[in-house]
């Protein structure tokens, strides 16, 4: 497997309250030209936003991803598990599909089917899971030599190709052998890896436009959101600041619109200009969200030991 690599760039070192402080008139502006608060949620929401809880007793639940049914997948990390919520078969229940993920964070389906995992455990690697035997197959475990320090989220685009971030949660500094924590990407026949972009302090949540000509990272504790365009294979431009914001994960719907798992117990949306258009109540903090259902307009949430959802008027991008 062979690698390419870009000098790894220091993350800027930013006085993070002094961004929220000048940014929080500014959220403010842009989520009431945009028509945020309840008008603008209405145009997406069924009903009221109050979300139902569909499972609880996890430990930690991440990494939503539904598949092509519209049942949706996702990890509790700590017990090492994936479970799944029978939402796009009919029986709506909760049950779990794999007893040992490799503490799975991150889930994504392919467009051949093949469910996509970041294992961010001892392993540290980039998985493929085959749907019907639940074989596990590593894709990417190392770049240039060294092993990655905490994969975290990734998603999938078109061609097969696998962009994840790499964090490092969990690793002392003796354990890490990577020079930074960035992002990667891994070609359709899985013979290169290569690190597509770095500068952060802590990417964390990734996901592409529906159209898949952005793509969007998070860095968590750089509380900002980024905008990358999506250049050729493995391959993206300048990124643009999108959001004065640092999150867990994302979904996106049709129009093109953000759901961020925000630090805040909220759902934060935004439009595809990066305007505020409202936020989503929840009793705690989420970890990430997707759409599922057999028309994909259930919002399922994520959010420490539970599972909610929420019924949309869009669907999923």
Sequence with gaps: MSTAVAPCAHAPRRQAWLRRLLA?????????????????????????????????????TEGPASDARGDVFFSDIPRKKIHVWRLGTGSGGVETWLDDSGSTNGLFFGPDGILYACQMGESRRVVAIDPASRAIRVIAERFEGKRFNAPNDLVVDADGGVWFTDPGYGRKPEEVEQDCEAVYWISPDRSQVRRVADGFRRPNGIIHSPDRATLYITDRDGDVTWAYPVEGPGKLGARRRFADVGCDGFAVDEQGNLYATVKEPVLRVYAPDGAVIGDIPLPVPAANATFGGPDRRTLVITARDKVFSLPMKVRGG
Excluded: K, N, Q, W
Aim: charged share 15%.
């Design 24 to 60: 929080a008139p500014l959220v403010a502006l842009c989520g009431f030209v945009s028509g945020a608060g309840a008008a603008g949620l209405d145009d997406l929401i069924d009903g009221p936003p109050t979300v139902r809880e569909v499972a609880g007793g996890f430990t930690f």
